[in-house]
């Protein structure tokens, strides 16, 4: 990686590279664009359908900023006000009328003009890695400064255009267990975001309850017990090898501790039974808290940790006493694989505790995720889907509607924030029109040539909103082909057996009205040598070194010459380039270790 991008405080250097390029820009231009990026978080696309109508005529509340109504998107971004008085001097020097584009360019242009800044200023200065820089690192510059300086994730989410709290985790320096607890806690010390305590001077935080909690006197007390209890049942999780023992786990950690007086997992419908796993309680307490659960287990209509941690209204009593009932989701991506539901002493759930359970229950969500892959691995026989669709809210569909021409699938591969990671195979159009129009996508947040072979171009895109391929990843269904040919889509999902097809296709032909279902059967796996080989590799590979590894091999990186550097890779990504490498070659060696034990056992058989 190019840029200064890890989160062990490296404000400084960031700072400097970005200095070394401004002085880098030979042009008004050039300067422009860099600042916009860097300093006001905007991206090529958006740069290059820029107006000077864009730009509000005043500054709000007497400050220095002056507000900027983003192109194609319903934010609101803020330019300081010497990048508002360089933005305005250049349009009176160009002549740009208020609904011209300031940059008449497409915003691969924009790309490839950053690209150059940085190869002039490494060449200038003699910083090698100044060269790969990209405008998505200037956005990446902009959020780092903002958080650095204190500024709220939240405010950093609307201005920057970012979805979720997930897409700032690169920038934010991971906290120490006992920054945590103590920024969670009654104290007046507050977590910052270069993971340190702050003193705020702001008072005490409010206690849910200052009672007898059964691991502690207060709230902070307690909170540090829970901490503890959950990361050791996070670490336990990684031994369970089926559904059955993860969630019997679960309830065994939870529900013979002394934070909680029982544990129960019910299916992700709760008014059914659903399973029967549960510490703790005897049958007829189950049956009291089979009431209440359906009310205490509705999904909140906000995001974050209130929709997946709910505490009931309602109480029950058990042999420990009359307890309140918290719901814990056991979520991964779109999918619920089911609820926790945890006996606590009335009141003593506090909003810490709340977002230690939410972090616990996503945890188990991708564990149970990855239990259901393996199944799906091993089993003998999976169910085949082919649908065929011609609805333009289908990113794909769109472009090969509107160019005339064919796009196939090469392979796709999960990435931060619920994103995908897709390389297409793109014919019977020029590469720049394909370049442009995936670009100008709004489902669209990066686009990258991989290779120009005349007749077919490989183009590598993170898709970032919803889309046909995601919503079937997000219920952990595989797409084996997928080709989009002049407005129509033919594409081939296969499902696990245990998965509900009825709930996948229903969502999807809702989501995409103009999708229809043209086959279904069952198909039997390949033979079981190669299955177990895959395995044996896919139980020994985190999610990270899977994509990275599967990214890496369908962008070229171990084609000889490669067709994309390493720096590329950990570009789209999102990762720094050590991190890039350490993911590389320790999935590599898992790979090579699983390919040679399966191959000495083979001889010796």
Known sequence: MSWPRDTSGRAREWALAYDRLRRATETYREDLVV????????QPTEMSLLTPAHVASGRPRGTDLTALSVPEDDRTAYLPADVEHDLRKFVAANDVSDSDRVFPVTARRLQMLVSTVGERAAERFEQDELADVSSRDLRNYYAKQLLADGVHPSVVLRVGGWNRLESLSPFVDDPSETAVIE????????????????HTGSGRRPNVAHSTTGVGTSTSSRLSSVVELVRETSAALSDA????????????????????????ISAANTASSGS??????????????????????????????????RTSNATVSTDS????????????????????????PLGTVSTGEQSVLATLGQQAGASLAAVERKKLLLADTVTRLRFQCT???????????????????????????????????????????????????PEVSNVRLVR??????????????????????????TVSEFVAEDGTASFVVELSNEIPLRTVITELT????????????????????????????????????????????????????????????????????????????????????????????????
């Open 183 to 198: 920024a969670l806690s009654s104290d007046t010390d507050s977590y910052d975001s270069g993971g340190s305590v702050a």
């Open 321 to 344: 006493g009359v307890v309140d009932i918290t719901t814990v989701s056991l979520v991964h991506g779109e999918t619920t694989f089911g609820r926790l539901h945890l006996g606590t």
């Open 510 to 605: 809702d989501t995409y009205p103009d999708t229809e279902l043209r086959s279904k059967r069952e198909v039997e796996r390949d033979p079981q040598h190669a299955t177990d080989f895959r395995e044996s590799v896919e139980g020994r590979l985190t999610d990270k070194q899977h994509s990275a590894l599967r990214a890496a091999f369908l962008a070229g990186y171990f084609e000889w010459p490669r067709e994309s550097t390493a720096e590329d890779l950990a570009d789209s990504l999102d990762v720094s380039s050590p991190t890039l490498h350490q993911h590389l070659r320790t999935a590599q060696q898992k790979l090579l270790h699983s390919f040679f034990d399966d191959l000495d056992t083979s001889m010796d058989h």
């Open 276 to 309: 029967q796993t549960a510490v703790g309680i005897d049958e007829a307490g189950l049956s009291d808290v089979r009431r209440v659960v359906p009310d205490s287990a509705e999904s909140a209509d906000s995001d974050g940790d209130e929709a997946l941690v």
């Open 241 to 264: 090898t089926t559904r059955d023992e993860l969630e019997q786990t679960l309830c065994e950690r939870l529900g013979r501790s002394n934070a909680y007086r029982f544990a129960w």
């Open 452 to 477: 120009d072979r005349g007749e077919e171009s490989v183009l590598e895109i993170v898709l970032s909103g919803e889309s046909l391929l995601s919503a079937v990843t997000a219920r952990d269904g």
């Open 391 to 441: 609805d333009d809210g289908s990113v794909l569909v769109r472009v090969s509607d509107a160019l005339g021409c064919t796009v196939a699938l090469r392979g796709v591969a999960p990435i931060a924030d619920r994103s995908l990671l897709c390389f297409l195979a793109v014919s019977g159009v020029k590469t720049d029109r394909a370049f442009d129009e995936l670009d100008a996508a």
């Open 35 to 42: 600042r916009l990026g860097a300093e006001v978080g905007l």
